[in-house]
Every structure is written in structure tokens, then in C-alpha cells.
């Protein structure tokens, strides 16, 4: 299973609303400034700028 750091090695990009995006995109919560290594930047409607931590997906569990 490749990582969205794999597959755009060149982009920074994020797994938001089950898209993958980057700096730009509108949202549901508004649109992406900046993606980090460990979060989004967004401007929300209102004008203010929020910044979200990102989860990451559980690891599968090893089998013997």
C-alpha cells in the first residue's frame, strides 16, 4: 500500500473529505492554504484561518 507521499513525491498533498488534494482546493470546510506534515491550513468563510491536525489510518495488525 503506497503513501500519498509516494505517489505525489513532488506535491504536498492532503486526504481531506476522502479526496486527495492540495493547496487550493475548496473543501468542506473551507480552502487549503497549506498542507503539513502534520496538518492543513484553511481559510474558513468567515475570514478567519484554522488549522486542522491530520489523523493517521490505524496500521493493520501483524499476523505471526
Same mark, same amino acid.
Given at each position: 500500500?503506497?503513501?500519498?507521499? !509516494?505517489?505525489?513525491?513532488? %506535491?504536498? /498533498? ?5 479526496? &486527495? #488534494?492540495?493547496?487550493?482546493? !475548496?473543501?468542506?470546510?473551507? %480552502?487549503? /492554504? ?5 496538518? &492543513? #491550513? ?8 484554522? %488549522? ?13
Amino acid at each position: 500500500r503506497a503513501t500519498l507521499q !509516494e505517489l505525489f513525491p513532488t %506535491r504536498h /498533498v492532503a486526504l481531506v473529505d476522502d479526496r &486527495i #488534494v492540495s493547496v487550493g482546493a !475548496e473543501v468542506s470546510a473551507g %480552502r487549503i /492554504v497549506e498542507i503539513e506534515p502534520e496538518a &492543513i #491550513v484553511i481559510d474558513a468563510p468567515g475570514g478567519e484561518q484554522r %488549522r486542522i491536525e491530520l489523523s493517521r489510518p490505524a496500521l493493520p495488525a501483524l499476523r505471526p
